[in-house]
């Protein structure tokens, strides 16, 4: 490849350009009018307005995209994480017009995305699933009689959601009456599709997932696993590996869980597959992801490779750099989601960084989006950086990461930096026996 349009905008469409200049290979940016000023803009090759700010009508625009791509003559498409990253028909249009999607083929991401399908071909390739529909429920008469099978709480999911949206916690029958048609109008609007399902509710529980990466020759091997417990509004906030406190034996089943489970869908290129792990460490799938995730840098950490460098290497036709037995791991890395928003009632909070400096440490990795003078706007993901940390064990990461945090200082804008900082002082958090409901255990505790 010699020439990639990157459909994202922000950290991740640097962090790829700053791989692409590594590889000699040219890269074209789009962007919308209210990111006319980020930085990467400017550090493409090559930039393109998409259109006005709201996502709808610039980043989302996939006939538009497709015709700079055309009129570009790239060779290759990446779509970085959320956006267009798991839109089937994108990718199907990306590679009917004859240029490469980097990332898995549109029949996988269709059938991954879809969350009741998800469960039913892992449920068949033997892979553990919550306890739950298998099929999409045909009214609330049949959710109230599958729920009193499971046992409450239950959540009430949608089968197009992710990214926590789309997705309710049922205590018991009356919140469940409550909720059901809410539900499903939310899942209509937000993801085109009303279909909802039921699943046991797990409290207590830990969000594991392991990194996994297929070529076209059959080859899958994982990269270890990340613990992504750290949630406030069932969206991850803080993650780390190696995960503390997970026996041996259990990442060793995991790991071949997510084997199992990439080649149930012959899987290629990179993606992640979640699971949920209760008191027990019995484990759950919980879904695929069909692209680069967010916390992707601590898997690079951890392992020393670049991921971005794999995708495109794999999506080329290449075979996977390396054999499992040659994907080592070192030492410990966390990664701090850094958003401006309130950091008490996580709300997000736009506009201008009067000042950024972040703190000056070694073995800090700054995947950052904006610099001083950039505006926050209300139109996308409020993150502004992602800060990952590395050292040779957790102790001294965690130490660390505050010592980073303490000499970091962002101006004009309300950031989640003390409610970071609140986490890594936590008993529960340093002991590594904290779960998604961490949070709430904090709130209490205050």
């Known amino acids: 490849?010699?020439?990639?349009?990157?459909?994202?905008?922000?950290?991740?469409?640097?962090?790829i350009i700053h791989t692409c200049k590594q590889m000699g290979i040219e890269t074209v940016a789009i962007y919308s009018d209210a990111d006319s000023s980020m930085p990467f803009v400017k550090e493409a090759d090559y930039s393109f307005r998409i259109g006005e700010s709201p996502v709808n009508k610039s980043y989302l625009n996939m006939d538009q995209l497709i015709e700079i791509a055309i009129r570009e003559k790239v060779d290759g498409i990446h779509p970085g994480y959320g956006l267009l990253s798991e839109n089937s028909e994108f990718a199907r249009k990306v590679v009917d017009n004859g240029i490469t999607f980097i990332g898995p083929s549109p029949e996988t991401i269709e059938s991954m995305g879809d969350k009741i399908k998800a469960r039913t071909t892992?449920?068949?390739?033997?892979?553990?699933?919550?306890?739950?529909?298998?099929?999409?429920?045909m009214g609330l008469e049949e959710a109230q009689k599958l729920a009193d099978q499971i046992g409450y709480p239950i959540m009430l999911k949608a089968s197009g959601g992710g990214g926590g949206i789309g997705m309710m916690r049922c205590d018991n029958e009356q919140a469940l009456n409550q909720h059901y048609e809410s539900t499903k109008a939310r899942s209509k609007a937000y993801f085109g599709s009303d279909e909802v399902f039921i699943e046991k509710c797990i409290d207590n529980a830990r969000h594991v997932e392991v990194q996994i990466f297929g070529d076209q020759y059959g080859n899958i091997v994982h990269l270890y696993e990340r613990n992504c417990s750290v949630q406030r509004r069932n969206q991850k906030v803080i993650e780390e590996a190696q995960s503390p406190n997970l026996s041996r034996e259990t990442q060793q089943k995991m790991y071949a869980a997510a084997i199992n489970a990439a080649k149930a869908v012959g899987y290629k290129n990179a993606g992640t597959v979640e699971f949920i792990v209760d008191e027990n460490e019995h484990f759950y799938f919980l879904e695929m992801n069909t692209r680069l995730q967010v916390e992707h840098p601590v898997t690079e950490m951890l392992t020393n490779l670049d991921l971005v460098r794999w995708q495109i290497l794999v999506a080329r036709g290449e075979k996977l750099p390396l054999f499992q037995n040659e994907i080592e791991k070192r030492g410990h890395a966390i990664e701090l989601r850094i958003y401006a928003e309130d950091p008490n009632t996580f709300f997000p909070s736009p506009g201008m960084i009067s000042q950024l400096t972040w703190g000056d440490i070694e073995g800090v990795r700054i995947d950052a989006g904006y610099h001083s003078g950039l505006q926050v706007t209300p139109f996308y993901d409020p993150m502004i950086a992602k800060c990952v940390i590395f050292a040779p064990n957790r102790?001294?990461?965690?130490?660390?990461?505050?010592?980073?945090?303490?000499h970091t200082i962002i101006?004009?804008?309300?950031?989640?930096?003390?409610?970071?900082?609140?986490?890594?002082?936590?008993?529960?958090?340093?002991?590594?026996?904290?779960?998604?409901n961490l949070v709430n255990q904090m709130k209490v505790n205050n």
């Open 395 to 406: 102790t001294d990461c965690i130490q660390k990461a505050r010592e980073f945090l303490d």
């Open 1 to 15: 490849m010699k020439k990639i349009l990157i459909a994202n905008r922000g950290e991740i469409a640097l962090r």
């Open 122 to 137: 892992m449920n068949e390739a033997g892979v553990p699933i919550v306890p739950g529909s298998i099929k999409g429920l």
């Open 411 to 436: 101006e004009g804008i309300k950031t989640n930096i003390p409610f970071l900082k609140n986490v890594l002082q936590s008993i529960y958090f340093n002991n590594g026996e904290y779960t998604t």
